[in-house]
Every structure is written in structure tokens, then in C-alpha cells.
């Protein structure tokens, strides 16, 4: 009965490969995000989907794409890792979109890039 | 954009003693102030959160203060137990969640 999930919880991959992070939220919330947490714990925005829209893009690289198949789901795919993308990428859903809507975060995910 | 900043880094405290961690903001606009507990391996978690038309919101051990005028907030654990050992994070919302950098609390039993 987990409220949002992640897979896989641990990601070792070499540089230059292609690889995605799934992620499911079971609360039936309309919004989620994806956060990247680095090496020093700081957490920041990457992406949210708002029914199937993104409404927040920051300045992340365009090798990292958000799909979301439906409201339950937002997978993460990133194209040519680098070993700057290390660091464990974070899930989370909302009931709205709006600035003040709880955020729930799911477990994690920890890649490496060697 | 926002920019959220949180002091002290890292704290720690006896078993019993209170904890306080504080948070600026730069955006006036601000208008929710969630706090996160971040265990181990975990993702964070939420322990409580605040609105701008709140100054105070208090919940068994856990309080929260916004000042609007000064653009700060500040979390209150009182009676610390061991359990409460984790990385706190407060962050502010306009209309993107800006997260502080995080403190680090160790209670010592």
C-alpha cells in the first residue's frame, strides 16, 4: 500500500548509456515531480506533470526527459549519463498543482554513473 | 527565483533538550512552508507544514513560526528523542517547492 514507489532503489550504470527510473503514485493526486538530490543532500526541482502537462521545467539537460503513460506515473529517462548525474533522484505526487499542495516523496533512487 | 537558506547545518542535542532549526526566504510571495524529515535511505517525509495566514502551528512535539515581516520560519522539537535523529528541511512555495540545504540533527541519548 505504498503511496509512491520508485524502481529501481539502486541504478550502477557506465557513462554514456541510456537508462529510465520508474515511478507510481497510488494516491490519486493529479501532479508529480521529479527532484534530484546531490552528494551534499541539497534537493531541487526538476520536473512536474500536471495531467500530462509539463508545467515546471528547470534548467535541467534535455538528456533527461519526464513521460508519464497516465496520472499514476511519471518515469524519468536519461539519455548519455554523465558522471555528473550521480546523486539519488526523487519521486513525489500532490493532490493539485498549486504552490501550496502537499508534497509526498516516494523512497529513492541512488544512480551511479562510472 | 525563491531562495530558501537554513542554519545550523548540523545540531546537536541531549536526549530531552529542544532543537531549533531556522529558514530565510527572499520571496515575499511565499506562501507555504513545509518541513521534511529525511531519515537514512529514505525519502523525506513531511512532519509539518505551514500557511502564510498562520503565525504558529503546533503538533505534540513539533511546532512551526513564520514571521512574515522578517521572511523567516523556524522549527520547535521539544523533548528530542533518539528517534528524532534525521535531516530536517524546511522549503518555501510560490510556485515551485525551493528547499534549504538541510540540517543534520543528532540526538544523543
Known amino acids: 500500500d505504498t503511496a509512491v514507489s520508485q524502481t529501481p532503489k539502486y541504478l550502477v550504470t557506465q557513462m554514456g548509456n541510456d537508462k529510465s527510473i520508474k515511478c507510481e503514485q497510488n494516491l490519486g493526486h493529479d501532479t508529480m515531480y521529479w527532484y534530484k538530490q546531490d552528494s551534499k543532500k541539497f534537493l531541487k526541482i526538476m520536473f512536474s506533470?500536471?495531467?500530462?502537462?509539463?508545467?515546471i521545467n528547470e534548467t535541467v539537460p534535455n538528456r533527461f526527459s519526464p513521460k508519464s503513460p497516465d496520472k499514476a506515473h511519471l518515469n524519468l529517462h536519461i539519455n548519455s549519463l554523465e558522471l555528473g548525474d550521480s546523486a539519488v533522484y526523487f519521486c513525489?505526487?500532490?493532490?493539485?498543482?498549486?504552490?501550496?499542495?502537499?508534497?509526498?516523496f516516494g523512497p529513492g533512487t541512488r544512480l551511479t554513473v562510472l | 527565483g525563491e531562495n530558501v537558506e537554513q542554519h545550523p547545518s548540523t545540531l546537536s542535542v541531549q536526549e530531552g533538550d529542544s532543537a531549533v532549526i531556522k529558514c530565510t526566504y527572499s520571496d515575499s510571495a511565499s506562501n507555504y512552508f513545509p518541513w521534511y524529515k529525511q531519515e537514512l535511505g529514505k525519502g523525506p517525509q513531511l512532519i509539518i507544514d505551514i500557511r502564510s495566514n498562520v503565525g504558529e502551528k503546533k503538533d505534540q512535539r513539533i511546532a512551526v513560526t513564520l514571521n512574515k515581516t522578517a521572511k523567516h520560519f523556524s522549527l520547535h522539537i521539544t523533548e528530542t528523542q533518539p528517534e528524532d535523529s534525521a535531516v530536517y528541511f524546511c522549503a518555501a512555495s510560490i510556485n515551485d517547492m525551493r528547499f534549504g540545504a538541510g540540517t543534520r540533527l543528532t540526538v544523543k541519548p
Open positions: 506533470y500536471n495531467n500530462k502537462e509539463l508545467i
Open positions: 513525489a505526487s500532490s493532490h493539485g498543482g498549486l504552490s501550496t499542495d502537499t508534497q509526498y
